[in-house]
């Protein structure tokens, strides 16, 4: 059996705005909570997850990746609010949301996704939602507890930052969180 990687398109965040998350998570760590927190380093706006692929797939992979931002222009979006998902009720995922261009961002996912499935990905069954995830939450916490803890957090923002780029990484699933390492940089149109 082929060794293989598992691996994820995405696009990276601005040590400014991971500055900016970092705060957040701080805002919202409370006692008694369980949360898996993502690294700050390691946050990113995931385009496409793609599993454990075959190393020989890379190249191919590189190419719809180039072809979908060579077609697309740069954009600025925005860190802002906090939510959970599904619902708070069985809040399971802490995310910053995102706005801006966002039909620029939904415009090169959907033609990475249309790219990529192309060559055997299945397509995302849900719709995008473009979001970051800053933690993982193990066990239940109460409704009222988490939404007092994110309402106040709803409106908060980042500055703007400005997408440039889709990133192909590896992930190596480790203990103390993920690592990843970069495995092909595709530029945006000027």
């Given amino acids: 059996m082929p060794q293989t990687l598992r691996a994820f398109v995405a696009v990276p965040i601005p040590d400014a705005v991971a500055l900016f998350l970092k705060q957040i998570q701080a805002r919202l760590r409370l006692p008694g909570r369980n949360i898996r927190w993502v690294a ?13 692929i075959d190393p020989s797939r890379v190249p191919a992979i590189a190419a719809q ?23 708070l009720g069985h809040a399971r995922v802490l995310w910053v949301g995102l706005v801006g261009d966002l ?9 990475l996704e249309s790219g990529l499935e192309s060559l055997g990905f299945k397509k995302e069954s849900r719709g ?30 980042s500055d703007y930052f ?13 203990p103390h969180g993920p690592e990843y390492t970069l495995l092909h940089t595709s530029h945006l149109a000027v």
Avoid: C, W, Y
């Fill in 128 to 157: 995008f939602g473009a979001h970051l995830t800053i933690g993982r939450i193990r066990r239940r916490i109460d409704a009222q507890l988490i939404g007092e803890s994110v309402e106040p957090l709803k409106t908060v923002a």
């Fill in 103 to 111: 039909d620029r961002l939904k415009a090169i996912q959907a033609t």
């Fill in 65 to 87: 990746m180039d072809a979908a931002a060579g077609v697309t222009a740069a954009f600025s979006l925005t860190a802002k609010g906090v939510g959970v998902f599904p619902d």
């Fill in 40 to 52: 700050p380093k390691n946050i990113h706006l995931t385009l496409k997850f793609l599993g454990e």
């Fill in 162 to 174: 400005r997408v440039d780029r889709l990133m192909l990484f590896k992930s190596i699933l480790k």
